[in-house]
């Protein structure tokens, strides 16, 4: 398992505390090392148990992941020689090297976290896929989904009536042709039905404010709270559909859609868009 350690002071304000397992000495050493210039509190669990053991057997551990040997036919093959099982263990023990894929795929997840609910919108430019929508249509669930299993970097941004949407995502930004622009058909806007919508909200704040049912009213009412009101999904969606229609995004509907399910849909989008043509 790979592990990292920021070497910003960020990590130790927020009392952060690194576990990690890892079966090489040298990374253990490195890991270890880095979380001390960095200032982060680091927890070894499988060093000390190695070295344990090392004493004891008198052994050398071989700083790779123990992976099990194939028993299907255990039975049938019980009297096969050792020589042979060894060489079948040294082969299954190999551990490949990790691919360009993972290490995409790694910088992709660094990516959506920074970029998660609007917090850098400078970031968008470089962003392989935008999401965009309302409260509470899935946005970030959607977002790890695709940066893990595609590997893609994958920013979201919250779309609310009384807050301006940035000027990256706009079709009639006047910097289009500087780079600083999204292409529209990297957007995609996230809407779902608004009966839906209302009980998400309304769970969400019951849950917050630990009322339920006509004491929540209440309680909305006098805070002046437009949350879960259904004239102000209404407004909400309207106006996120009415965004999407003057900018070109692609207009997603996940009502009852596992978030898999929609992830998938989105990536064949992709595929047709950009693997299908040299843009």
Not at 55 to 75: A, C, D, S
Not at 102 to 128: F, S
Not at 217 to 225: A, D, E, F, Q
Not at 259 to 277: L, P, Q, Y
Request: aromatic letters at 4%; hydrophobic letters at 35%; charged letters at 20%.
């Amino acid at each position: 398992r790979d592990t990292s350690c920021s070497s910003s002071s960020s990590s130790s304000n927020n009392n952060a505390l690194i576990l990690f397992t890892m079966a090489d000495t040298d990374l253990r050493q490195k890991t270890m090392r880095m979380c001390e210039l960095s200032a982060v509190q680091a927890v070894d669990l499988l060093g000390p148990t190695l070295e344990a053991l090392s004493l004891i057997l008198n052994r050398t551990p071989k700083g790779m992941p123990q992976f099990g040997v194939n028993n299907n036919n255990h039975n049938s093959n019980s009297n096969a020689s050792s020589s042979s099982l060894s060489q079948q263990q040294q082969q299954q023990q190999q551990r490949p090297p990790l691919s360009d894929l993972y290490y995409q795929r790694i910088e992709a997840v660094e990516y959506t976290l920074k970029a998660d609910d609007g917090q850098a919108p400078w970031l968008l430019p470089q962003a392989d896929i935008v999401l965009v929508g309302v409260s509470r249509t899935g946005k970030t669930p959607l977002s790890v989904v695709l940066s893990h299993t595609l590997g893609l970097k994958v920013a979201n941004v919250p779309l609310v009536v009384e807050c301006p949407v940035p000027q990256q995502l706009l079709a009639n930004n006047d910097s289009t042709d500087d780079g600083s622009t999204v292409d529209p058909r990297r957007i995609f806007c996230l809407t779902v039905a608004p009966s839906e919508l209302k009980r998400i909200r309304t769970t969400r704040l019951e849950r917050n404010l630990g009322t339920k049912g006509d004491e929540l009213s209440s309680k909305v009412g006098t805070t002046s709270s437009t949350y879960a009101d259904r004239n102000y999904i209404l407004r909400d969606l309207n106006n996120a559909r009415e965004l999407a229609e003057t900018n070109g995004w692609t207009l997603v509907d996940v009502t009852g859609r596992a978030v898999e399910e929609t992830a998938s849909w989105i990536g064949e989008m992709m595929n047709e868009r950009f693997n299908n043509c040299q843009d």
